[in-house]
């Protein structure tokens, strides 16, 4: 669909005119009226900022630029490096499209400027070629967050459940997206989304969209969007194992492929790969309880048992062929463990 044009009577206008007075102000943003960020600043961002929040993201994001503060920088690194950085933000395979994708940028010389283009590189989605396109490079490409679907749901008060509704949604974002400002646009959508049309109990009364807004004239603002209620999540079980050997703990990188591909990692039965592990320890040893981790994934939840093993010859034996490292306890948070490990550590060291 064509992008609009930008008049004084349009919500588009409106929408600009409330961001100018109330844009948040991020790391990877510049101010509404000013050039706009770099393109690997943006982009950086909105793959961290995929299911997970600002206020997680902006920790990393400033470790992330402080340490690599250019894609070529980024694409030199360590892959090993890259996922130790990455260690708690999750949804891993981010990491390692974020790797292949700042390699090929680096061999083609630079971000390209528009959506098609940025569609091509390894890894970069719809969504995300769309707003590095429209941000980085004023491109009027239409962006559809989960902030911008709830506006935009509301706006035209489309009924239809998500995901079903996104078709419609999105052809009714590209109807306001202007052909002007079009990554001020994209921003300011977000941030209403963010911060005036909020999930629950929307401020409507100080939103700039309400008089064009039809949930709000029909008083259905916090029923849209609907949703398809959602399956319970399976639920798996699985044990890892805390193997300490005179103050360092036994730890291993698992495989690149499948979950938490490439990360350090306790070793474990095997839980990521059947719906509960084998529940074998490693070696016969002296081993006990240590707890339980709950932890959610996309797709399941997990109960991970973990059991604690302190007896240096049993230690050996599985050293022997096994792929690993023996990390300082002392310096556990350095090992850029996943949140699940992370978690168990702690576990782990509250016992001592
Ligand atoms: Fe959302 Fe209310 Fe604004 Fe409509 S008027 S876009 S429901 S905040």
């Not at 100080?206 to 008083?219: E, K, M």
């Not at 890892?240 to 492929?257: F, H």
């Not at 490693?282 to 797709?299: K, S």
């Amino acid at each position: 669909m064509q992008a609009s044009t930008l008049t004084d009577r349009s919500p588009s206008f409106a929408l600009l005119q409330w961001y100018d007075r109330n844009a948040r102000r991020l790391p990877w943003r510049s101010p509404p009226g000013t050039p706009p960020p770099e393109a690997y600043r943006v982009w950086l961002s909105e793959v961290m900022l995929q299911q997970t929040t600002v206020a997680a993201v902006q920790p990393y994001f400033a470790r992330f630029v402080e340490r690599w503060p250019t894609v070529a920088a980024l694409a030199a690194a360590d892959e090993a490096d890259v996922m130790a950085a990455w260690a708690g933000l999750g949804y891993y395979s981010r990491a390692r499209n974020l790797i292949a994708c700042a390699r090929e940028v680096a061999r083609i010389g630079g971000f390209p400027d528009d959506e098609v283009g940025l569609r091509a590189l390894p890894g970069l989605g719809a969504y995300t070629a769309a707003a590095v396109a429209a941000i980085a490079f004023d491109r009027p490409a239409v962006v559809v967050d989960a902030n911008v679907e709830r506006v935009v749901a509301r706006l035209f008060t489309i009924a239809e459940p998500l995901p079903g509704s996104r078709p419609a949604i999105r052809a009714a974002a590209a109807a306001i997206t202007p052909s002007q400002r079009a990554g001020d646009f994209a921003q300011a959508m977000m941030d209403l989304g963010a911060t005036v049309c909020t999930p629950r109990n929307p401020r409507c009364l100080l939103c700039p969209l309400r008089p064009d807004c039809r949930a709000d004239a029909q008083g259905l603002a916090e029923t849209l969007p609907a949703k398809v209620a959602k399956k319970a999540k399976p639920h798996r079980l699985g044990r890892a194992w805390w193997i300490e050997r005179d103050g360092a703990v036994w730890l291993v990188r698992r495989p690149g492929k499948g979950m938490l591909g490439g990360m350090r990692a306790l070793p474990d039965d095997g839980w990521s790969a059947r719906a509960d592990g084998d529940g074998r320890p490693p070696f016969a040893g002296d081993w006990r309880g240590g707890g339980v981790v709950r932890h959610g994934f996309t797709h399941f939840d997990l109960d991970l048992q973990l059991m604690l093993c302190e007896g240096v010859e049993m230690v050996h034996h599985l050293v022997k062929g096994a792929a690993g490292e023996f990390w300082p306890v002392d310096d556990i948070e350095s090992a850029g463990l996943p949140t699940v490990f992370a978690k168990a550590a702690r576990l782990a060291l509250a016992q001592r």
